[in-house]
């Protein structure tokens, strides 16, 4: 990897580019970092790089002659090669890993251009520069400092600059979170402790230990990142869970009796209203209600979970003809063939989100998988998505359209779906 950095202050920058890993590197051949003066490629006497703005205002800009002079001959020194000229700016997209990643990945020789004063002569920029990139949100006198980050971020992941490239991979930002606390000898300092499992020295205890640091720092230092990330293994998915109060209860459940109504009415009743927050039209004529409900326990067909002893939700599962799927703008899956339903699935609030449709609907195809039927069926309102994505993800497929006859729902639409056994 090549890299010029074109700036007015190569004392300033060349020091820090020669020292330490990158200085070794550099020894190495590993990397090759030049800092060059624009102000040696003027072609006014007087040396001069930069000039009044046009319109006024306050400051100097960086004249696009000398800049351009000093590419060119940068350019011809290095030859032919994948080649990225990108200019430091506070106005570029924001510098991160992914830049540095896609850098050291894509192109072996970088000029970082270095702006002073008010900046750069537009035109440079347009017709020089492949890209911008800036630090942060904040204003600099200067690009040496951004473009000694950019330098630095990028080098240390060209192969050899350090011993391993698990030295960079495991660091933060890499894989969507930051690196776990860092500790070194004495044991204690200042009554402070080393961690006891870094201390016992078991590599699969360490590792559990270090990412479930690494996740609880992402989630308190960087809520963004940690929102974003996907967890990678049943492990980290149940670290994540906890880490946001989302860890699956233990839910019962049983066939509802009829002193059960009242609870049923409540839970139903929540979610009538939340659908109806949620700006979905479905379960807002009156169903289900007391009457509905009575009928399914009566049935056989209704049951209760709860959590704890206290009512999380209710579901039923009917293996009768339902009128209303007899027509479908589509197809049923196992048209002709019997099946069973389910209906009135619903969670009341305090248990949404933690496990329990699944639990639901893992019942009613237990169930219709034990009494031989070969498929479930189940609509829902195309605005609802929550029902939709726990569906879809069950691997329910989407069969078509059928109409609510009975309804009084001004959208009586719904999506039918069916998963075969
Ligand atoms: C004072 S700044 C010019 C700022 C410019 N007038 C503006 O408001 O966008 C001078 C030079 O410092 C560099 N610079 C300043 N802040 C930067 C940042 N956050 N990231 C990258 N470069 C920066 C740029 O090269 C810029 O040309």
């Known amino acids: 990897m090549r890299i010029d950095i074109l700036t007015l202050f190569p004392e300033a920058v060349r020091p820090m580019m020669e020292a330490s890993i990158l200085g070794r590197a550099a020894k190495k051949g590993l990397i090759e970092i030049h800092c060059v003066q624009i102000r040696d490629f003027t072609d006014n006497k007087q040396q001069q790089v930069d000039d009044y703005p046009y319109g006024g205002g306050w400051g100097c800009v960086m004249m696009a002659q000398p800049l351009k002079a000093c590419l060119d001959w940068v350019t011809a020194q290095a030859g032919p090669k994948k080649r990225r000229v990108i200019y430091l700016s506070p106005q570029g997209a924001r510098f991160d890993q992914g830049h540095a990643r896609r850098l050291v990945s894509e192109y072996d020789h970088l000029v970082l251009v270095c702006g002073h004063y008010e900046g750069v002569d537009e035109r440079f920029i347009q017709t020089c520069c492949d890209e911008e990139l800036s630090l942060g949100d904040f ?54 402790e080393v961690p006891e499992v870094l201390r016992q020295g078991v590599h699969r205890d360490i590792q559990a230990w270090r990412r479930e640091q690494q996740l609880i720092r992402t989630q308190a230092r960087r809520p963004d990142m940690f929102a974003a990330y996907t967890p990678q293994s049943p492990e980290e998915e149940r670290i994540v869970a906890r880490l946001t109060g989302r860890e699956k209860l233990v839910y019962d459940c049983r066939p509802a009796v009829p002193e059960d109504v009242d609870a049923l009415v409540a839970i139903t009743g929540e979610a009538s209203d939340y659908l109806r927050q949620c700006g979905v039209d479905q379960w807002q004529d009156g169903f289900p209600n007391r ?20 009512p999380a939700g209710v579901v039923c599962l009917y293996a009768r003809e339902e009128p209303d799927y007899a027509v479908i703008d589509g197809a049923w899956r196992t048209e002709g063939a019997p099946y069973t339903t389910i209906h009135r ?49 069950r691997g329910y497929a989407l069969c078509g359209q059928i109409y609510l006859t009975r309804s009084t729902e001004s959208d009586r639409r719904r999506l039918a779906y069916e998963k075969v056994f």
């Open 139 to 192: 204003v600099l006198t200067g690009g040496e400092i951004p473009a000694m980050a950019v330098a630095d971020s990028v080098c240390r992941m060209v192969p050899g600059v350090l011993s391993d490239p698990a030295c960079y991979m495991g660091e933060s930002h890499w894989d969507g979170l930051l690196e776990y606390p860092q500790y070194t000898r004495p044991d204690v300092w200042e009554g402070l």
């Open 345 to 393: 699935a619903a969670v009341k609030a305090a248990y949404r989100g933690r496990g329990l449709a699944d639990e639901m609907l893992q019942l009613c195809e237990d169930l219709a998988l034990g009494r031989g039927y070969g498929s479930v069926r189940a609509d829902t309102h195309p605005d609802n998505r929550a029902m939709r994505t726990v569906l879809e993800r």
């Open 291 to 310: 009457d509905t409900l009575l009928a399914d326990i009566a049935a056989g067909g209704c049951w209760l979970f709860t959590h704890d002893g206290a």
